[in-house]
């Protein structure tokens, strides 16, 4: 949409990467150009992305009076060795440091992410990084487990065997953990993987659960309009030879785009809708797609891990574990 001939926006997210390594400067001219370019106020969240450890006084005073009224950062874990292993450069203390320095300036909408199912890790090591985490009352909370990637430093470590994952059942418990005790402490289960205390969802990320456009700026950032989406060349040096005049999604390194079609949308719906606390609307599927989707459906229906209520497709607490064999079975080819 378009408000006195610029774009106008709901929320803005700097990061996808690490933008507090910017610095001040940097990040002032940033922000500035995004509100000299956009209708700015229209936008309800201000969200950027921090390293815990550059958070200093200056940065945290200057996010203060920015216009930034979210911050999310990567704590990962308060155990300084598993850190260590993850090769972050922050500590444990930076966090808790990086927490008090920003609400010391007005910032009051803060969420870190936490990482479970270390090699070796204990249920009770995981319970005190959920300790360590409350203590901080972060305004919202996301937890994933960590996942061996194809490719990567950690995934071939497991493949020599120098690590070992750790089973299903303790990975099992450790979410439980997870969900009981950020429960009890009055956070909402509002998506699979993120938490939050009344009226702090993520307002950025449930915009992509629903389908809303969004533009992304950058070297390999994503853009959706509702009926295309594309992706712009990830080489940075290509990129920034590309013209002010033209999208920088070509043929180039690592971009490209592709349209939306029905079977597109309907499939988007089931794997980002789905993982929400709030599912499924059947009556916004096309009938072909709602009769679909009700079929194979049926068996996970009958073994308790899908429900329907009040015309709305969700998960149930059990089927949250087997929610991507569910997603396969519900995507249409």
Known sequence: MTHSGREHFTTVYIGGGTPSTLGVPLLDKLVK????????????????????????????EWIGRSPINRVSMGAQTFSDERLRWVCRRHTSRQVTDAVRMLRSHGVENISIDLMFGFPSETLDEWKRDIDEALSLRPEHISAYSLMYEEGTPLYRMLEEGWVTEIDEELSRKMYDTLVARLTAEGYQHYEISNFCLPSRRSVHNSSYWRQVPYLGLGAAAHSYDGSRRWWNICDIDEYLSVTHDVIPCGDGIGGGSEAI?????????????????????????????????????ARHIDSGTLVVESGILHLTASGIYVSDDIMSDLILI
């Open 261 to 297: 079609d029905d079977t597109t949308r309907y499939n988007d719906i089931i794997t980002t809708a789905l993982r929400t606390s709030e599912g499924i609307r059947l009556d916004d599927l096309l009938p072909s797609h709602r009769e679909y989707l009700l079929s194979q459906s």
């Open 33 to 60: 150009g995004i509100q000299d370019s956009t209708d700015a106020s229209h936008v309800r969240e201000w969200t950027i992305e921090c390293n815990p450890d550059d958070i200093t006084p200056t940065l945290a």
